[in-house]
């Protein structure tokens, strides 16, 4: 992979035009959510917020878990994206707003999920983004991202190579298949990392779990 900088792929209104067929590949990312809700192992008790909703994947699978937490706040900056969640339970609410400069005080929420967007970012974006979800999470709070990467090796290694070189070559139609490995980021935010998963079922990704002290 390039290391020069990624200079990130949409913004909001990019994504609206998106919304209504980003549906389409989701059985892309399903494996890879499952993973990482597995991963991040979030309780009845808890309070989530799901960081860069989408059109909802993340939600529909938290709200299928035995223990669905009571609390789960979903945002986005795409008025399109919104627009295509799934109703939600009751406790559960979704806000527009970018991951940049989060509305929510300090220390709101116990769980964090960051599906398949931080390699959506930015180079110069992403130490902000993950320095406001460290914010938002409180002491002992968790956080698991996923994203498209280059696994260390077999056959997954070469697609994600093809897929990555696509995505620098047209940001704007396929840099959601930009490669991130985040975990560097994630500790030189603060976070301990204290797991990862690779998932090579539908887009190769990785799956990894931060935590606070
Ligand atoms: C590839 S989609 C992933 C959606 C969902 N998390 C999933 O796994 O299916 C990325 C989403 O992140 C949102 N997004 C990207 N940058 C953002 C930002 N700075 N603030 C808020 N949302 C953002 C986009 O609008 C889009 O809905």
Redesign the pocket.
Known sequence: MSRSAWH?????E???R??SL?SRQ?WL?RA??RTALALLGARGDERVL?????????LRQLGRVHARPRAVTA????V???ASLPPLPCGWCAQL????ALPHASGSFDAV?????LH??ASC?LPV?LDELRRVLRPGGRLVT?TPALPPRGPGRALAAVLERAARSAPARLG?LHALDPRAALSAAGFTLAAARWSLRGYPSLCVLGTLR
């Open positions: 990130g792929a949409g913004g909001p990019d994504w609206d998106h919304a980003y989701l990312e890879s959510v799901d960081a860069g909703t989408g059109t909802g994947e993340v945002v986005d900056f795409s399109g994206m919104l707003c970018d991951l940049r999920i960051a599906s398949y967007v959506l970012l974006d983004v996923v959601g």
